[in-house]
C-alpha cells in the first residue's frame, strides 16, 4: 500500500529493526510482502550505497535460496503468521510454490548478487548454504523431471555469482568440503546422504560455468577438475594434473585459468603422493607457461634439497626428474645466474651407499647439458665422468675424493671467489640436520683439496680466500679445538697420498659418510674429521700470505685479518687454560706459523702486538660488534704476549734498540693489556715488560735511561698490584710523575739556593719528557685510535694542565672533523678520547686557562658544537664541555673577564640553540654556576629598546613600516631579555642579587612603554624575578628605594593578563611582608580587586595568590591588634572610621563568608583554612562556623553550608577544635531563651553608633524566634557532627597533655550545664509545642556528651566523673552514671590494667553510693552495673580486692524493699566477681546461694501472680546467669545444691524460654536463651557420678509433684536435654560404669506414660516421651552390640552368681507405680513379662521405633523377640479376630480402648517396615515369613476404629509394610500364599477392605514389576470380579491396577477378563 517514492524508507525501517532487534529469520508473512514489493533488488541497491544493508539482505536472500531449491517449505505457525485463520500454532502451514513464483525469486536473487557489493566471508556462507541445500534436495528428489529443474535452477544461481565473484566460489566449495570431512559433520547426515554428497557436490559444480577448472574429466569418472585436484585418492589427482598438462598445450590461457593453474599445480607439488608430484614434473617445458622461470627454479631447488638422502626409489625418480628439468637448455637460457643451480647439483653428485646410480645418471646427463658451456665449474667433466663408472660403486670413499679433488681443481683454475659463500647459503636451505651435514662435510674435503694443492704448488692463498675458509669451518674447527680428552701426538707430514693422488685423511673421512647419515655424534665420524681439519690447518699455515712491511704496521690489513683468524684458532687449541686432546697439533701449527718468512723478527713481535692490541684497533665497521668478533680474546691476548716474551728473549740487539726507541709504538700498545680486565692477560703483560727491561739492560745500559725504561721500571715495581687490580694502572702512572717530581724535590733540599731554579727546571723536563713520550703517539694522527685510549686511561690521574697542554692539537682536530660534519668516520676509540680529553677541564685547569688562550678557545669551541657524536650516549662536544663547567670550575677561573666572557658565549649560544636545548643542558649549567648581579647587570646593559611613539601602539596606515622595523629591532633583544630571566630564575642563589631590584623595575618600565601584548611574558617574568630575589636575599639587605609600588598597580591596571595580575600581587605582597606601611593604605583595595578578578579564574595559581595576600595583610593586622593599637584604615564604602583591628579581621571573614557561593566548592576549605590561620584559629574558627550557619538560616537554596562546616572543622588541632565546640556552647547558652516575634527590621538599627563595635553573629533584632529556634538547632547538630569526626580517634596520645585535658573538663562542663538548662526549660514547657523543641535539643546535647564520653580516654575520664557522681543534681548524677557506663563497655583490658589503682578508687565509690543511697534504686542499680563492668576487667586480676564488694552484694541483697532492676544488676555483679575470683567464692557460696533459693521463690511467686514474662525475664536471665558462672568457674562445690538446682531449671518460666529457640531467627533470641544453653551444656560436664544420680533425684521428686503437670509440659524434656548432653560428653569409661544408673533412670522415665495418662493429654504425654527417647537414644549410639544387648534384653550371664546378681540389683531404682526392684527387668521385659499395664508396649514400639531409625540394619540383631511379640500384638489388637489387648476397666476416656490398640498397631507396622527395609543379612526367613504373614494380611480387616483411621492406617503404615515385606522376601513361592490371602480380602463384604486390597495388590505389581507378573494368572480372577464390584472406588481403583499391569507386562490384559 506504499507508494514508490516510500518504497526505500520502508525497507530502511526494516533494515534498522534487522539490526537493533538481532532478528535471525524472517516470517512467512514478511517474506511475502517484501518479495512481492516491486524493484525490491533496485530499492536494496539504492540504500546500499550510503547504507549497511547486510542485515536484512541476508535474510532475504536465505529465504530466497530455500524457496529456489526446494520444492516446498513446512513452516511452523507462529504469532506473526497471521493468515492461519485456525489459530492453532499447532497446525502446519504448507506453501506450495509454483514455477511462476520460483522464477521470480530467483531473478530477484539474481539481481541481489548482480547489483549489490557483497562481503567475501557472505559470498562463502552463501555458497555453503546453496551447497547444502542441493545436496539435501537431491536425497528428496529422484524424479528425473524434479532433478532437471533443480539442475537448471543451481546452474543460474551460480552463473551469477561467478560472473561477479569469480575466486570466491572456489573457496566457499572448498570450506564445504572441509566441513564434509569433519567427522562431527559427518555424525549429522545419514550414510546414505554421506556417500552421494561428494558426487552431488560435482553435479553442482559442473553446473556453475564453463571454464576450465569446472569442466568435467571423464578419466576421473567424470569428476570436475576443481573436485578431482583435492580428490582423496592420488591416482585421481595424477589425472586430473595430466588433464592441466593437455590444457596447456591446448589453449590458451587468460589470467583467471593462469592464477588458478599457479595455486593448483603449487598444492600439488608438495603433494604426500609421489606420483601426483611426479605428473607435475611430466609436464616439463609447459611449466614455463604458468610459473616464472625464477619461481619455477626456486621450486625446482627446494624439492632437490628436500629430496637429498632419500633413498626411496620414487623419490630418487622424482629427485632425476627434477635435476633433468634444471639442467635443460630452455629453463639455463632464461635465467642469467646459474650459481644456485650449481650448488644444487653438488649434493646429488656426492656417491652415497644407494644413491649411486643416480649419480652416475646424472653425471651422464650433466655431461650432455648445454651447463657446463654456461658456468665453468663443471669443467672437465667428461675426464671425472671415466673415473665415476657404475662399477666403482663400492668404492665410494675413491669416486667421492675423485669428485672433491676435481671441484678443488676447477675453483682454483677459474677463481671463484664466492664458492664458499654460496655454499654456506646451500647448507642452510636444507630441511634436516643430516643432509646439511653431509654437505657441510663434502665441502669441507674439498676445501682441503683446494688448499693442498696450493700447497704443493708452494703458492699463497690471497687474504680474502683465507679468512672466507676459516670462517665457512670456523664451527667444527673450533670445536676441534675445544676437545677434550687423551693428548695425541703429532704424527710426522707422509706425502705418500699426495703422489698417488689419494689422500688417506680424505679417503678415511668419506669411509664414515655413511655413518654420518644414520649417527652423527659417531666417534670414528669425529676422529677422522678432526684429523682432516688438523691437516687442513697444516697446509693452511704453509699457503698464508706474506705480510708486506710498512711503517703503519697496525693497519688493518686482509693479510692481518686471515692470519689473526687462524691465530685466534691455534691460540684456543694449544691448551693455554687446559689440556687439550690435539693440543700438540695445535702447538705444532703456531711453530710452523712463526716459521714462516714474514713472521719473523721484528716482524713477529709487531704482529703479536697488533694481536694483544686487537680489540681496540679492528675496523671501523666492526665497532657495533666487537665482542662477538673473537670468541677467546683473553686467551689469544695471553698467548700473544707470552709468545712475545720468548721472541723478545731469542731477539737480537738490533731489534731490541728498534723496539725500544721512543718512536716505536710498541711500548703505547702494551697499554692495552694492562688495562684489560682479564687477570691473566694483565700477568702476562707485566711478564713480558720485565722481559723486555731485563733484555735492555743485558745489551746497553744506558737505554735505561730513555722514557721508555722510565715508565716500564714503575709498571714493573708495581706488578702485583696492577695484576691485582687493573684500576691501579692509573694510580701508577700517577705515582710514576709524582716520583719524578720527588726526585728532583730531594735533590733541590741538598743544593744551594743558587741551584733552585736549575733543579726546578729539571723537574719539569723530567716530568714533561716523561709525558711527553707517551703524548707524542697520543698526537700522533698514524697511531691506532685504540692505543690513543688506552694511554689516555692510563694517564687519568695524571696532571691534566700538562695532558691538556700535549693533547690540546689532537683536541682541537677532533673537534674540527666533528664541526666538518666527518662524524661517521670517528670510531669508538676517537669519541672516548673526545670524552677524556674533555674530562681534562677541571677547576685545576681553569685556574691556568686565562693565561692558555689556545685552552680557551679550544673549550669554547666544544661549547659551540651541538652534533651529536656515535658511541657517547649521543651526547656532544657541547654537552660534555657543559658537564665541566661547574661551580667550582667557574669559581677557580680568577679573571672576571673570563667569566663574563664564558658567561656571555653561553648566553649567545643559548639564544642561538634549539627550543629543546634551551630547556636542558645549558639552563642547567647556568643554574649551577656563580654568578653575580653585577654580571647579570652586564648582560642587561647590552640590551637596547626602541619605543614606539607615544608609547601607544599607532593607529595611522603610514606609521605601520616603521613600527614593523622597530619591532624587527627589539624582537633579537627582548628575546635575550626572556632567556637571561628565565636563566635567573633557575638558580638557588645570586651574589648581591638586590642589586638586580632596580634595573629589573627600569626594564619593567621600559615594557609598560612599549604596551604590546606579545611582552606579557616579559612583564611576568620581571615580577617573577623580583618576587625571586626578595625571597632569597636577607631582608635587613633589602631598601624601600628599590621599590617601585606605582609601577606595580601600572602594570596590573594596563594588563589584562591574568598571569600578568597574579605575579604582580606576588610583588605586592612581598612588599607588605617586608614593608607593610607601604600597602596598608590599599587594604581594603586590593581584596576588592582580588574578589572581582581573581576568584573569577579558577586556578590553583590564582588562589596561591589570594593565600600570600592573606599571609602578607592579616599577619601584621592581627599583630597589631595584639598590641592594642589602632590604625585608619580605608573602608570599601570610602568613609574613613576608626576601629579595632580585631573588628576588622571579623569583619574580613565576613566578606569571606559573604563570598562563600561565588568560591569553587574544591577551593574552599584550604582558603578558609589559610585564612583562619593566619587570624588565630582559635577565636576565628568558631566566629566562622557560627556565621555560616547563620548565613544558612537566610539561604533559600540549600548550599550545604553545614557540611562545609565539617570539612573545615577537620584541618586543625584538637585544642582548636575543642575550644571552638565551647565557645559555640558558650554562645548559644547566651543567646536568649525566647523571644516574641517583632518584624524584622531591614538591614542594621539606625540606633546603632557609626563606631563599629563587637560585631554580632546572630542580631536577635533581626532575625524571628522560629530562626532563633532553627539556629539553637542546628549548631547541636553541627556539634554533633563535628564530635563525630574520626579525627579523634587518632589523637590518644595527645590527652595526656593537660591543656588538652582542661578543654575537654570545659567542654564537658559547658555540655551538662546546658543540658541542665535545657531540662528546665523543657520540663517548665511540658506539653507545649516549645517543650517538645526543647527537650529535642536536650536530647541533642545527650548526643554530645555521648560524644564527648567517647572521645575521652579513661586516665582522663575517671577525675572527671568521680566528681560528677556526687554532684547534688540528680540528672547530672544520673547522666553521669550513664556515661560511666558507656565508657566502662567500650574500655579494653589493657588499659583497664593500666588504671588500675584509679579504677578501684572509683569502685570504693560506687560501692558506698550502693550501700547508702537506699530511696535512688535506679542509680543504685547503675552503680552495681559499673561495678559489674569494672570487676570484669579486674577480679581476676587481683580478687582480694573484691571481697568487701561481695559483702556489700550481699548486704543489698539482704534489703526488704530493694526492686526488681536493682537486684538483677546486684546478681549480674555477682556473677562477673565469681568468675573473676574463682575459688575466693567458696566462703561466701552457702550465703549466696541461700539468697539464690530466695530468689526462686519470689520468681515462682510472681509468676504465679500473673506477672508478666517479659519483667521477669531481666530477673531470671540474671539468676541463671550468677548460676552459670557457679557451676562453670566452681564445679566441685555445686553437689549439695545440684537437685535443687535442676528442679529449679526445669520449671516452666525458666525453661520454658529455651524450647522455643529452635523456632526463632538468631537475631529474636534474648540473652535467656543463650545463659540457659550454656549453664545446660556446662551442666552437663559435671562429673557423671554427680550430676546422673542428681537427675534421677530431681526425677522422682519432679514427679511426686503434680502441680505442674497440664501446665508445664517441657520440664521433663528440659532434664532430659541435661542428661543427653551428659551422655554426649562423657567418656567410653564412664558410660560402662554408669550404664546400670543410666538404664534405671530411663527405666523409670518410661513409666511417664502410665502415670501421667490420667492427668493430662496425649500430646503432651508424647512431648515430654519424646525428650526421654531422645535422650535413651543418646546412650545406645554410644554402647556397642556387647554392652546394649543386655539393656534390651535378658542378660547373659554365663559365670554370675546370685550374689552378683543381687549386688546389681541394688544399683537400680524403684518404679513409683510398683514395689519390686529392676534387678530382672530389661527393657524389652518391662515392657512384656508379668502382670503389667499393657500401654508399656506403646512405649516399647515408639522406643525400638527410634532405634530402628538411628541403628538401621544393626538393629535386626536385637529383633528376634520383637518379631515375635509384634505378631502376637497384631492378633490381639485386630478386631476380627476378636482381641481386647488393653482392659477397658482401666480406660476412663470414651473410645480411648480403639485409639490405644490403633497406635499400638501403627507403631507395630511402622517398626516392621524399618525392619523390612533395613534386612540386607536375609534376616526375614521361611519361619518369620511364616510367623508374620497371617497377621499382618488380617490388618486389611481389621476396622477396629472408624473409617478415616482405617483408611489413614492403611495408606501410611500397612501398605508400605506388607510392599517392604514382600520385597524382603525375594521368593516366589512365599510371594504366592502372601499375594493368595491379599487376594481373598477383595472378597470382604466391606468396601473399604476391598479397596484396601485392591491397592495393595497394585502397589506390590508396581514395586515388584515383572518379578511379580508370575502371579497375574491369580490375580486375574480376583480382579475380574473387581471390575463389576458395586463401589465406584473399587472398580476405579481395580482399573489403576490392570494399568499398573499393563505397563509392567507390556501388553493388554483385557483379552484375559
Known sequence: HLSPSLHIEAIACITCICQSQHISTLSQRTFKALSSTPQIASSLQALSTTHNVMALLVLIIDKLMSYCITSHETINGSPDDDDDDNGDNNNKEVHQINDTTKGAYISILQALFQDIRIQDNWIRKFINQLLELYCNQRHLIWAEDAVNTLKTNVALILKTINSRYPAIIDKGIKD??????????????????????????EEMVYLATSISKYKVIPECDNRPLIVSLYHPEGKIRSLAIKHIEQNLLAEKMDIDSKQFYQEALASRWIDEDSTVVSSVLNIGQNLAQVFDIKRLSEMLIDKCNQLFLDEKISSQEICQKTLAILSDRWILENLDNHNDIILAIIPHLIWLPKGNTLTGKLMEMLSKSLLVSKHTFLNQIKTIKEVLKVGQSNKLNIANNALSKWLANNIIENNMPNFLDNCREQSQKFPLDAQRNVFNAFIYCVCYHWVKRWSRQQKQLEATSVHRLIKYMYEDLRCVADYRGHQLQVESDNDDGDKNDIDPFVINFFNTLPILIRKIDSKRYQKSKSLLLLKFLQALVDVLPNHKVENDWWKWTDEYQAKILLFDLIAYGSGVLSPLKYQLHFRYLTKRLLMQS????????????????????????????????????????????????????????KILRNLMNNDCPMMPSLLVPINSENYCVRKAAVIFLKACIDRIQIVDSSITALSFANISS?????????????????????????????????????????????????????????????????????????????????????????KLKFGVDLLTSLLNDIESNQISDLCLEDALCLQNLLNCFTKDVAKSIAAESELLNCFLKALSISYDVPYLNHQSPQMLGLAQITADFFAAIKDEKIQQKIFSYLCHQLLIASAADRQSAIPITLSKIPLTAGQYNTEFATLTFAPLSNGQTPKR???????????????????????????????????????????????????????????????????????????????????????????????????????????????????????????????????????????????AYNFKIINQTIDAIIPPLVESGTSESQMKIEMTSGKGVTTSVGDVVTRVIQVFVDAWTHIPSHRRVSLYEHLLRKAGPCPSLSTTLLMLVESEMKNVNKDNKIEFCLLLYQQFDIVTQLDTITECIQYISRLSDDQKDPKPSIGRSKKRSETLQALQIFDIETHTSKQLRRYRYTIAGLIVNLISDNKY?????????????????????????????????????????????????????????????????????????????????AITCRKSFDLLGSKLIRVDMQRMLALKSQVIGLVDQLLGIVVELNDQQYIKEKALYCISSIASYLASEDPPLFIHVIKGCLKVLSEPNLSMPALSATLLCLSEICRGIGAHMIAFLPQVMAQIMKIFKYIRNENQNGQSPKKLEILVTAVVKFIHRVISCLPHFVSPYLSELLKEFTCGHISGAITDLTTKKPSQISDLVFELNGLRDDMAILLPHILIPAIGQSYREIMLEDDWLGVDNGRIAMLMSIIKTCISKMSSTDIKSMQPKLITIFIEAFNFRIITEKKINLDSIAVSEDAIIDAFLALVVRLSEKTFWPSFRKYKVATSTESDLYALSTLTSAILCSNHYYDNYTIFDWATVGDIPNERSIVLYRIANRIADSLKGLFLIFATDLVIYSAKLLDANNAIKGGTFFNEKEIVRANATEEKSCLLIELILDCLQKCFLYDRQKFFNQEKFDLLMQPLVDQIDNQIDGVTPYQERISQHLLPCLVEFAVVIESDALWKPLHHQICLKTRHKSPQVRFASVKIIGELYRRLGENFVLLLPETIPFLAELMEDESVEVEKECQEVVAIIENTTGESVEKFF
Open 176 to 201: 564445504f568440503i572441509e566441513n564434509l570431512q569433519n567427522s562431527d559433520n559427518n555424525n549429522a547426515m545419514e550414510p546414505s546422504q554421506v556417500s552421494n554428497t561428494i558426487l552431488w557436490i
Open 598 to 653: 714474514s713472521m719473523q723478527g721484528e716482524l713477529a713481535i709487531q704482529f703479536l702486538s697488533h694481536i694483544w692490541s686487537i680489540n681496540y684497533c679492528k675496523p671501523r665497521q666492526s665497532n657495533d660488534n666487537r665482542d662477538t668478533f673473537l670468541n677467546t680474546f683473553p686467551i689469544l691476548q695471553c698467548f700473544s704476549l707470552n709468545l712475545a716474551t720468548a721472541c723478545i728473549r731469542n731477539a737480537n740487539d
Open 714 to 802: 714503575s709498571i714493573c715495581q708495581a706488578s702485583e698490584i696492577i695484576v691485582a687490580d687493573w684500576n691501579q694502572v692509573s694510580r701508577v702512572f700517577a705515582t710514576h710523575f709524582d716520583r719524578l717530581m720527588t726526585d728532583v724535590k730531594g735533590k733541590e733540599r741538598k743544593a744551594s739556593r743558587s741551584k733552585a731554579a736549575t733543579l726546578k727546571r729539571a723537574k719539569e723536563n723530567a716530568m714533561e719528557a716523561s709525558l711527553s713520550y707517551i703524548m707524542q703517539h697520543v698526537t700522533n694522527l698514524r697511531t691506532p685510535s685504540n692505543i690513543k685510549y688506552a694511554a689516555l686511561t692510563s694517564l687519568q690521574q695524571v696532571n691534566n694542565t700538562l
Open 957 to 1099: 596606515p603610514r606609521k605601520q613600516a616603521k613600527v614593523v622595523d622597530t619591532k624587527r629591532n627589539n624582537s633579537d633583544n627582548w628575546q635575550k631579555l626572556i632567556l637571561l630571566l628565565e636563566s635567573l630564575q633557575s638558580k638557588e642563589n645570586i651574589i648581591n642579587a638586590q642589586e638586580l631590584i632596580p634595573i629589573l623595575f627600569n626594564l619593567l618600565s621600559k615594557c609598560m612603554e612599549v604596551n604590546e601584548d606579545e611582552l606579557e611574558y616579559g612583564k611576568q617574568l620581571l615580577l617573577s624575578s623580583i618576587s625571586w630575589i626578595c625571597k632569597i636575599v636577607q631582608k635587613d639587605v633589602l631598601l624601600e628605594d628599590y621599590f617601585d609600588v606605582e609601577q606595580v598597580v601600572n602594570c596590573i591596571r594596563k594588563s589584562d593578563n591574568p598571569q600578568t595580575h597574579q605575579q604582580a600581587l606576588l610583588v605586592l605582597n612581598l612588599i607588605a611582608s617586608h614593608f607593610p606601611d607601604l600597602l596598608f593604605h590599599n587594604v581594603m583595595s586590593v581584596f576588592t580587586f582580588m574578589g572581582a578578578n581573581v576568584m573569577k579564574h579558577d586556578s
Open 1289 to 1369: 580517634s587518632d589523637v590518644d596520645n595527645d590527652y595526656d597533655s593537660q591543656n588538652v585535658k582542661t578543654k575537654f573538663i570545659e567542654l564537658l562542663d559547658a555540655s551538662l550545664k546546658y543540658i541542665t538548662k535545657t531540662s528546665k526549660l523543657a520540663e517548665l514547657h511540658r506539653g507545649e509545642s516549645i517543650g517538645r523543641y526543647w527537650m529535642a535539643l536536650s536530647n541533642r546535647f545527650n548526643i554530645i556528651v555521648d560524644k564527648i564520653n567517647g572521645l575521652l580516654p579513661l586516665r582522663t575520664f575517671i577525675p572527671i566523673i568521680s566528681s560528677l557522681l556526687n554532684s547534688d543534681d
